[in-house]
Each structure stands twice: as C-alpha cells, then as structure tokens.
C-alpha cells in the first residue's frame, strides 16, 4: 500500500449516500416524457408508497426539507405559547418555534442517551404550554412512553423531530409511531437522502387535509385557496433519489453498523471517552446515523478540542455536534438565560461525533482511532 497517500487521504465527518448513476437515470427518464417535474407527481407517488411500506406507517407526506415539514407540522397542530424543547438540538428545531411565533421554553437532557429529560419536562408545565418538541438525537430514541404519558394528561401536542432517526424501530415498533406527529429530514447528510427533503408521519387522518394545504400555498382546487399556506413541495428529481436510495437503505445501515462496531471495539478501553451504549441496547433497531463521543478532559487526559484540532491536524475532520447549544447562538442571546441546562452544557462542550458513513472503511476507522489514542498519550 501507499503509505504516504493513505494517511493523507481526507475523512470528513460524513459523506452522502449516492445510487449508481444508472439506476438514477433510469427513474428520472420518464419525467422527459411527462414533463411533470413537481407538484406531487408520480415518482413523489411512489416514494410515499415506498417509505409506508418500508417504516409501516399509516400515513406519510413528502416536503421540500425537514425544516418546511416542521414548519407545517407547527402550523398544522395551531400550537400557541409556550412549546418544551430541548437545547441540545440542530437549529431548525428552535427556529421552527421561533419563527412561528412560539415560544421555545429549555428542558435539560439525559447524560446517557442526550434526548430531553422526561422526568425534568412536568415541572415546565404553565397554562401557555401548548405542545412538547423532543428530539430523538442521534437516532436515539427519546422516552417516547413518559413523553406521550405527560402530554396526555395536560393536553398537549407532541412531536418529534426525527431528524436523524430514519429507520429507527422501540421495541420493534417504527420510531414514528409515536406522539402526534414525527419529522424526518432527508438532507444529504441524512442516513437516508432525496438531496434535500422531509417527510411527516402521523396517525390522525384529520390532519391530512391541512398538512397538504399547508405544502402548496393552502390551494384544495383550481379556484379555491382555503388556507394561508407555505411552498414547501418535494420535486420528482428529489424524490427518484429518494426512490433509489430506499433500495440500497438495509445495506448502508449494515455498513454503519460494521464501522460503529469497529469504533466501539477500538474505544470501548479508553478512559475518559463516551459512547453511545448501543451494543447491549436489545430495545432499540439503531441506525448508527452519526457516532458521538464524550470527552472527560480528567479521565482523558485531553480535552475535546484538543482532539478536533490533532485530528484536523491529520486531515480527519470531525464535528462539535451539537456546539454551541441553541440558547447559546447569537440570534438567542440573553433570551433563555433562565434556564437551568447543566447536562446539555455539559455534553455540549464536551462531545465530537467522529466520521460515520456508509463507505467509511474499516481502516478508515482504524485511522481515525490510532489518532484519538496517541492525542490522549495511549
Ligand atoms: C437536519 C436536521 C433538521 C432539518 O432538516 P433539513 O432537511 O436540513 O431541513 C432538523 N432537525 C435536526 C435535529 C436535524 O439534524
């Protein structure tokens, strides 16, 4: 082997999935034929058939991207007030509270598994609670039990941002099947693609009319527009990509898992280094979406930065996901200063999640662990 090459080959933190060039054309053909290249036209027909079977939900729509599909959840649901949420998230989550008005109150989260504390959400509980966002980061699911308990009994809505948990089953059950209505980001970095795109999963058929009006700018018929509505439509190119990727879905998650074991194995030993508990997790069909790690600057000898830097140094780039935390960024400060967050500041400064996709190679791994382990002096 060349050694040379080898160690400078770039890992970056993550790669998107593609299907064979051919395979794409081949579903992307007939759109010269139809010209139909939006407006929910028969490949975006066959993606939705497609992920209800593949997740056995009841109901799905497709939008443009997870942050439209969250926007219209939102609005869907005429959520007011005040909505619990979590501060260790991507921005989108806050955003979509914020910019419909609503008001983002901070429930800390879990040490173990980063998702928001049920046990901390009742206590948050006012009269202008109207609904609890939760986060199921990672992939991880969040106690989806407690959560739907606390929200039944005040009256609340619950959705969650499912963002990275595509494929992700409880106890068997689809992760989606929960609250009243999940999202699902397909962005390029998802585990699961269509370039850009989302999609909501919910049960109650009564939602069905508004989550499609809210699509495409409230319009039910040719003269007839009944509700104030955004542009949030998947296009067909979007969704053949989708239709593709779906197929090659299992194998890539087979891939993740490999490249996950193979960390696990090479990290498991090392004191002061945190990862997610997914080996002897029999409750949770994982999708190994993204591998965080926790740096205790005791225990490790090191500090979080550290590493990202002495990686970076050696062409492996990592990502501090999630840093800052929402109530940290610039557009929020001196907004939620209230809350007490000490878990999530806590992970937040300390966490890097490492190289994870479907094509990184087991020496890949190997690489980016050899790094880690000579950064901490082992
Ligand atoms: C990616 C992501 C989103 C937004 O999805 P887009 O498809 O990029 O709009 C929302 N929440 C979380 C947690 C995400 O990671």
Redesign the pocket.
Known sequence: MNGGSYMDKKILVTRSSLPPLEEYIDEIKGIWDTCWMTNMGPIYQKLEQGLKNYLSCKNVELYV???MA?DVAIKALHLTGEVITTPY??A??THALTLNGLTPVFCDIKPDDYTIDENKVEALITEKTSAILA?HVYGRPCNVTKLQEIAKRHHLKLIF?A??AFGVRLNGEPIANFGDISMF???AT?VFNTI???ALIYSDDSLTKSLENLRNFGIEGPESVVQVGLNAKMNEFAAAMGVCNLRHLDENIQKRKHAAECYYERLKDCAGIRMIDFQDDCHVDWNYSYFPIVVDEKAAGCTRDDLFKGLQKENIFTRKYFFPLVTDYECYRGKFEQYQLPVAHYVADRVLTLPMYADLEEEDVERVCNVILSIMGK
């Open positions: 991207n997870g942050h969250l998230t991507f989108s989550t986060v941002d963002a990275h980001s397909f962005h998802k850009e795109g989302g």
